[in-house]
């Protein structure tokens, strides 16, 4: 089974709309983060949480927002979806006092 | 700003041939650094690590080399097979358990 799962795997969606990815995670780890991916760009950190209690932004937070609902939860929302949100969007876990970096398997995102 | 980033895009090698895929990185305060291999439709998967304090670092068919004089990081990768077939990235810890990620070089392999 997959230690970090994303949900949904594909989303297709209209600008403006409200739209949620999720992640989970059985990996125990305390850690967790929200990243986007575009072609030629590697990937870039929205959001990241170090625990339940703790947000924090990352370098490209603008148009998003962030909810850990538990230590194995981390959901991302876009309010109002744009066309330029187009992109793969990768969760990903880790756990002091390793550096390294877990990732789910992605979600496809598309907003026409 | 400072950043990481990858030499080529794209790199095409022949199948048993060894492979080298570069990575710039100017934040001379990195202190660990990870390669990271993504396959079509996956996340990225750690491939293998080395901590400033080493130049280099062996795996499984992997190396990777460390330059701090001029700040470049390398992957080596022997005998490269098919399903090596896939993105590299380079990536730094730039603060507090934060990475920075190259944009990526793809490699082909040719049969």
């Known amino acids: 089974d997959a230690d970090v799962t994303q949900t949904p795997r594909n989303r297709i969606t209209k600008t403006g709309k409200r739209i949620m990815l999720e992640c989970s995670q059985t990996?125990?780890?305390?850690?967790m983060y929200w990243y986007r991916q575009d072609p030629g760009l590697g990937l870039r950190l929205i959001y990241y949480?170090?625990?339940?209690?703790?947000?924090n932004k990352g370098e490209i937070s603008d148009g998003y927002s962030v909810s850990r609902q538990a230590q194995a939860k981390f959901s991302l929302s876009l309010e109002s979806a744009i066309p330029n949100q187009t992109a793969l969007y990768f969760c990903?876990?880790?756990?002091?006092?390793?550096?390294?970096?877990?990732f789910g398997p992605g979600t496809r995102l598309t907003v026409l | 700003g400072e950043s990481v980033g990858l030499h080529l895009p794209t790199l095409s090698v022949q199948e048993g041939d060894n492979s080298i895929i570069n990575c710039a990185y100017s934040?001379?305060?990195?202190?660990?650094f990870i390669w990271y291999k993504q396959e079509s439709g996956k996340g990225p998967q750690f491939i293998i690590d080395?901590?400033?304090?080493?130049d280099k670092r062996q795996g499984q068919r992997v190396t990777v080399l460390l330059n701090k004089t001029v700040k470049h990081l390398s992957l080596q990768i022997a005998a490269t097979q098919p399903g090596d077939s896939a993105v590299y990235f380079c990536?730094?810890?730039?603060?507090?358990?934060?990475?920075?990620f190259g944009a990526g070089t793809t490699v082909t392999v040719r049969a």
């Open positions: 990536a730094e810890n730039i603060d507090d358990y934060k990475l920075s």
């Open positions: 080395i901590r400033s304090n080493m």
């Open positions: 990996k125990g780890h305390d850690r």
């Open positions: 934040n001379s305060a990195s202190d660990y």
């Open positions: 949480s170090f625990d339940v209690k703790d947000i």
């Open positions: 990903a876990t880790s756990a002091p006092p390793s550096n390294e970096q877990f």
